[in-house]
């Protein structure tokens, strides 16, 4: 597929994203001053002086740290937090010293004398140097990483037209700060939507986007198509939702005006949220990290009881200890999902077109006690350590999932929703009751309507909750078969 006219393409597994880059200048700063203030405080010795003396000149010398940042932090209003703008973000940081150090010094000496004077020195400018320091290698390191592609935004446009070219020039103005459209997605003709517009090219129709966000790692979609279509906008989304991108809408030369802090910035153009990538940034590494320390803590936990399944296994019936089986994962992709067998082999359903039902005879002896106390999804683990799957998340479907002539996908709007994150070994429907076949519309509907809930409101203490939730739901069997 071809790529527009402004692609900086670099090896996407380096790139950062400008918020990502925000979070670790402004905290690698942080932490160096930190560094600065205690490695300062520790020479100077003031860690064995008497409590209320120590104690002071440390509440001091933080509530001094807080006034300094709060006057030295880069101004709003941009990408990349002001780091872009050269050496204007160390020339801030040199105002703010300028400004407090004579503050404190002026009532310190006059109080204490020049001796004091000299320690508030000794324990403050390390710290405020070091920030200076900091903010000169950011900002000279902006300019190379933005150049090679290592630090930026990518964006497409869904949409052609006026609406596009508008929005566009906004995003032009923003190159120096990283963001790159890499192209447009428009249904109309060349006439209504040119082939290229401000240098962006259109890669194809609004089919092609889905498509082309699968192979490419955009970060956010912005559509240029009028509010008042809402029909359209709708019919757009329900071929987007299962992808983990952001959608904003440009509100361009439609007439509403809203309240400042309805719209979300990108530099001077106003967008409105009508999708949020789930688990962004840290918070996808903090879900990464807790799924490898507990999956292998788990693994090596259960391991035994599991090579003792996949004997029972092998004497209880002819086939192999295990079934893979491909199923949905993250952005509705094919992954291979393991289980323990608990089918006759002969019987096996590969493609999950029919669910197991109560008394199923297709279902071996040690299958049933398996399934009935969800041990059959053990080896899953593999899947969480491999990264296909998560701990916690919405259970993996079988592709095109149904049950008989039941199809999911079509009964439930925003089904595709629920492949925004990956699947889960157990999940928020499964800890509430719903689990089993699915027999109804409504029961698809309400499972879905769990796994959204999940994804809108996920936080690390929501996964240890269910986990913690899940030994009991599987304990009372409920539902299982």
């Not at 380096?14 to 932490?31: C, H, K, N, W, Y």
Request: charged share 20%; hydrophobic share 50%; aromatic share 6%.
């Amino acid at each position: 597929m071809a790529s527009g006219l402004d692609v900086v393409p670099p090896p996407a597994r380096l790139r950062l994203q400008p918020s990502a880059f925000v979070m670790i200048a402004d905290r690698g700063e942080a932490t160096l001053m930190l560094g600065a203030f205690v490695l300062s405080f520790w020479h100077m010795g003031l860690h064995l002086a008497p409590l209320p003396v120590g104690g002071a000149w440390l509440l001091a010398g933080l509530a001094l740290f807080w006034a300094f940042r709060a006057c030295a932090r880069p101004r709003d209003g941009s990408i990349l937090g002001g780091y872009e703008q050269g050496a204007r973000p160390a020339r801030q940081a040199l105002r703010a010293a300028a400004i407090i150090l004579p503050l404190v010094l002026g009532p310190v000496y006059g109080l204490f004398g020049p001796q004091m004077a000299s320690k508030v020195i000794v324990v403050l400018l390390p710290a405020m140097a070091l920030s200076l320091l900091w903010r000169l290698l950011i900002g000279g390191a902006v300019p190379p990483l933005v150049r090679r592609g290592r630090l930026g935004l990518w964006v497409a446009i869904l949409g052609g037209g006026r609406e596009a070219q508008e929005t566009l020039q906004h995003l032009r103005a923003l190159r120096g700060q990283g963001v790159h459209c890499l192209g447009m997605f428009d249904d109309r003709d060349p006439l209504r939507s040119p082939a290229i517009v401000e240098g962006v090219v259109k890669l194809g129709g609004i089919a092609d986007l889905p498509v082309f966000l699968r192979r490419v790692p955009l970060d956010l979609v912005i559509v240029t198509i009028p509010p008042a279509a809402e029909g359209r906008i709708l019919q757009i989304l329900s071929t987007l939702w299962a992808l983990p991108v952001d959608i904003r809408l440009a509100p361009s030369r439609t007439g509403l005006m809203y309240r400042p802090g309805t719209y979300r910035w990108l530099g001077k153009l106003a967008l409105l949220d009508l999708f949020d990538r789930p688990l962004r940034g840290q918070d996808a590494l903090i879900k990464r990290g807790f799924d490898l320390v507990l999956g292998a803590f788990l693994l090596g936990l259960v391991g035994p009881v599991m090579a003792l399944i996949a004997l029972m296994i092998r004497l209880d019936s002819a086939g192999p200890v295990f079934f893979c089986q491909m199923r949905e994962g993250l952005s509705g992709e094919p992954i291979r999902v393991w289980k323990f067998r608990t089918l006759q082999h002969h019987a096996a359903d590969l493609a999950g077109a029919v669910s197991v039902t109560a008394d199923d005879p297709r279902v071996t002896r040690v299958g049933r006690v398996l399934r009935r106390y969800s041990l059959d999804e053990l080896p899953q683990i593999f899947n969480v350590l491999g990264g296909s799957m998560s701990l916690v998340g919405p259970r993996p479907h079988a592709l095109h999932a149904r049950n008989g002539d039941l199809e999911f996908a079509p009964l439930v709007q925003r089904y595709g929703a629920r492949h925004r994150v990956k699947p889960g070994m157990t999940g928020l429907a499964q800890v509430k009751g719903f689990r089993g076949p699915v027999q109804s519309p409504e029961e698809i509907r309400d499972r879905v309507a769990q796994d959204i809930d999940y994804i809108d409101t996920w936080s690390i203490l929501l996964d240890l909750r269910i986990l913690l939730m899940t030994l009991p739901a599987v304990v009372s069997g409920k539902n299982a078969v």
